[in-house]
């Protein structure tokens, strides 16, 4: 492990799953949460995750406490100031990510590296606002954090060789298999991946099939572990409607063009897993 301490900011799914990744890895981890509540939810979360694999994969006992003393949560960003690696995992809005690197640039050391969570937004946007943005790039994790193996490395034009080398083998440290990628919208994965499921909501809303026959056609016609209806709501509506529309702004193409079933459903709180209910109903 090259950094020893890592601070993840960010109190959902995402964030508490790389800290898991991390502490797993060896890292000393410091989770910033918004709130001292959401803060003892995600370690409530990790002990969970951690309890489950003693049992289901046969972590042991001494092992799951030695990496959950070895996770910390704050609400303070000057309890990061000391970590060697920093990760933002927050919502995909550009503007509150801005504000949360103005507000790390701040605190943290200059010689930490800053990295992003982000799927879909421009990393040379976020460097900009660090005073040091050759120690800035995308370290993109895939959900579920603990389980999926690829993470998207992403090189903005500022980022330096050593930037991209350090980070790389913390991803390769954690387990993960890092692809380099370009620093344009969507990457690869959820370039080619959301138009895929937009298309889907379109030949629901035109009533080629059912959501269960869709799902059931992907998933035997094409070999996908789940279908798109069954993904999106694993994903989020609200992200996944979030990442279409950065995506359409950034190339202009149509494929882009979120579905209004899509959007209608977020605007009523349908959002998928995370509410319940999304195009499945999660609260049998």
Do not use: W
Not at 86 to 113: C, H, Q, T, Y
Not at 159 to 166: K, L, Q, V
Not at 222 to 230: K, N, V
Request: glycine share 8%.
């Amino acid at each position: 492990m090259n950094f020893q301490k890592v601070g993840v900011v960010g109190s959902g799914i995402m964030g508490g799953g790389i800290a898991e990744v991390a502490a797993t890895a060896g890292a000393t981890v410091i989770l910033r949460s918004r709130t001292l509540e959401t803060a003892d939810a995600l370690l409530e979360g990790l002990d969970k995750s951690l309890a489950k694999k003693v049992v289901r994969q046969g972590l042991s006992p001494d092992d799951a406490s030695s990496i959950r003393s070895r996770v910390s949560a704050t609400v303070d960003f000057k309890e990061l100031a000391d970590c060697d690696l920093i990760i933002e995992s927050v919502v995909e809005d550009l503007a509150i990510k801005k504000r949360i690197f103005g507000e790390l640039d701040r605190v943290m050391k200059p010689d930490a590296i800053l990295t992003t969570n982000t799927s879909t937004l421009s990393v040379m946007a976020l460097a900009t606002m660090i005073s040091h943005p050759e120690r800035v790039c995308g370290l993109h994790f895939f959900n579920p954090a603990t389980t999926m193996t690829l993470v998207e490395i992403v090189r903005p034009l500022s980022a330096s060789d050593e930037t991209i080398e350090a980070v790389t083998e913390f991803a390769l440290a954690c387990g993960k298999e890092p692809v380099e990628v370009k620093d344009q919208a969507g990457f690869i994965v959820n370039a080619l991946l959301f138009p895929y499921l937009n298309h889907a909501i379109r030949l629901l809303d035109q009533e080629v099939a059912t959501i269960e026959g869709i799902d059931l056609a992907m998933k035997g016609g094409c070999g996908f572990p789940m279908g798109p209806f069954a993904l999106l709501d694993l994903v989020g509506l609200d992200t996944s409607l979030a990442i279409l529309d950065a995506l359409h702004l950034a190339f202009d193409d149509a494929h882009f063009a979120a579905e209004p079933l899509l959007r209608q459903m977020v605007s009523d709180g349908r959002l998928g897993r995370k509410s319940g209910v999304g195009f499945y109903d999660y609260r049998q």
